[in-house]
């Protein structure tokens, strides 16, 4: 069955660093999500983006993250100067987005630890 | 007005028992309902859902109900079983240009003694 793939599973890096987290949506998927899950709290959208654009973000989603889908295949985030508060699991969604139901494929999420 | 609020925040339940799981919203903008399932070290996997147009939505064990005037919508788990232990989160969606952007509830640890 695809699947939605990320890595790394697990990042820990210093306060201040840039981090990017990947993504290999299914293949023939056209929308595109993040979301995060801070540790014991619900999941939150972060940005979704279609046809090589962001469609939407949240206010979480300030100008220290970005999002870029570089070679028709990957599809990353980056946060360009990683605080505490960025500790969280970031999941990758993808959709259809041809008839679809609407239903959103999650990977299995990057841990990311900012110390 | 975005918020999806969920109840309880823990379950426990009986092999064999209900499981009931409740969710209310404000935004009357949404018009899609999924219920995720999450075990540990895992993403959020699509469990089932329902649109606003029907009250209820059966798939083997797994149940909603969907009260449109009261804005609320459950989940009952019948029969459950040590395997359906795992985190469930309600979860709205408005079409539009907004889809996919799901507000999800706060999530409810079911636990399923043998």
């Known amino acids: 069955e695809p699947e939605v793939t990320q890595t790394p599973s697990h990042q820990v890096t210093q306060m201040g660093q840039e981090v990017i987290l990947r993504c290999v949506p299914i293949?023939?998927?056209?929308?595109f999500y993040w979301y995060r899950q801070i540790l014991g709290q619900k999941v939150e959208f972060l940005v979704s983006?279609?046809?090589?654009?962001?469609?939407?973000k949240s206010e979480i989603f300030d100008d220290q993250f970005s999002v870029e889908r570089p070679d028709g295949s990957n599809f990353t985030l980056k946060i360009r100067s990683t605080k505490l508060e960025d500790s969280a699991m970031y999941f990758c969604?993808?959709?259809?987005?041809?008839?679809?139901?609407?239903?959103?494929?999650f990977g299995e999420g990057s841990r990311l630890t900012v110390l | 007005q975005q918020q999806v609020k969920q109840s309880p925040q823990s379950l426990i339940v009986q092999k064999g028992g209900i499981s009931i799981i409740n969710c209310a919203y404000e935004?009357?903008?949404?018009?899609?309902f999924p219920w995720y399932q999450q075990f540990p070290g895992k993403g959020p996997a699509l469990l089932i859902a329902?649109?606003?147009?029907?009250s209820e939505k059966k798939e083997g064990r797994f149940t909603i109900s969907f009260n449109k005037s009261a804005k609320q919508f459950s989940l009952h788990i019948m029969d459950s079983q040590p395997g359906d232990s795992a985190t469930y989160f309600c979860?709205?969606?408005?079409?539009?240009?907004?889809?996919?952007?799901?507000?999800f509830g706060q999530g409810t640890i079911l636990t399923v003694h043998p």
């Open positions: 969604a993808s959709r259809t987005g041809t008839g679809d139901t609407g239903e959103l494929f």
């Open positions: 293949s023939n998927h056209l929308y």
């Open positions: 983006f279609y046809n090589n654009e962001i469609s939407e």
């Open positions: 935004n009357t903008a949404f018009d899609y």
């Open positions: 329902i649109r606003p147009d029907v």
């Open positions: 979860a709205a969606l408005s079409g539009g240009t907004s889809y996919g952007k799901l507000t």
